[in-house]
T-cell receptor
Framework: DTEVTQTPKHLVMGMTNKKSLKCEQH?????MYWYKQKAKKPPELMFV???????INESVPSRFSPECPNSSLLNLHLHALQPEDSALYLC???????????????FGPGTRLTVL | DAKTTQPPSMDCAEGRAANLPCNHS???????VYWYRQIHSQGPQYIIH???NNETNEMASLIITEDRKSSTLILPHATLRDTAVYYC??????????????FGPGTRLSVLP
């Protein structure tokens, strides 16, 4: 099973709202990722969590706040977003390299976010 | 920046083999070649990866040239459901989980009836 689930599938929010995106995997993966994908563009990495600790923040504005409550869950808290933040937000997970020379990422279906 | 170049678009007739090229002329010795695809508005789907030997799985075959500067993803019998953007990515094992995936623009494959 290589399933990563994301909720909600669609989200519409105003610029003053606070909302959260959720991601879950039960594959025992130790690395989890958030990507942002604008229309007709490739995905771009936002954050990486490795062993439940934030490992990479690709200079993402503070209005995006990631959280990894445990090894299976990854949240992205949203506050005071701008219309240009409207995008598909993708979560991914990977096993980690321990014991292997490769590490394949598996993606969820994404959350389509619209900021009004 | 992505380390690969791919044609922006390709067409393929349904039932025929789709051959998607990727150039990675600056690939390092420890970098793997990965292929993903993204069907409209869905998350990217892992297809296959390899280092230097040709690889085959239930979805596709990956042919890597001997000098490793280019590769070809082969979908042996394309169907309409294979219409998607195909991404070729090179990355090396590093740290706990490998180098970041850097997606380029990819190739938009259209399978035609």
């Amino acid at each position: 099973d290589t399933e990563v689930t994301q909720t909600p599938k669609h989200l519409v929010m105003g610029m003053t709202n606070k909302k959260s995106l959720k991601c879950e995997q039960h594959m025992g993966h130790r690395a989890m990722y958030w990507y942002k994908q604008k229309a007709k563009k490739p995905p771009e990495l936002m954050f990486v969590y490795s062993y439940e600790k934030l490992s990479i923040n690709e200079s993402v504005p503070s209005r995006f706040s990631p959280e990894c409550p445990n090894s299976s869950l990854l949240n992205l808290h949203l506050h005071a977003l701008q219309p240009e933040d409207s995008a598909l937000y993708l979560c991914a997970s990977s096993p980690g390299l321990a014991g292997s020379s490769t590490d394949t990422q598996y993606f969820g279906p994404g959350t389509r976010l619209t900021v009004l | 920046d992505a380390k690969t170049t791919q044609p922006p678009s390709m067409d393929c007739a349904e039932g025929r083999a789709a051959n998607l090229p990727c150039n990675h002329s600056t690939i390092s010795g420890n970098e793997y070649v990965y292929w993903y695809r993204q069907i409209h508005s869905q998350g990217p789907q892992y297809i296959i990866h390899g280092l230097k030997n040709n690889e085959t799985n239930e979805m596709a075959s990956l042919i890597i040239t001997e000098d490793r500067k280019s590769s070809t993803l082969i979908l042996p019998h394309a169907t309409l459901r294979d219409t998607a953007v195909y991404y070729c990515i090179v990355r090396a094992p590093k740290g706990d989980y490998g180098q970041n995936f850097v997606f380029g623009p990819g190739t938009r494959l259209s399978v035609l009836p």
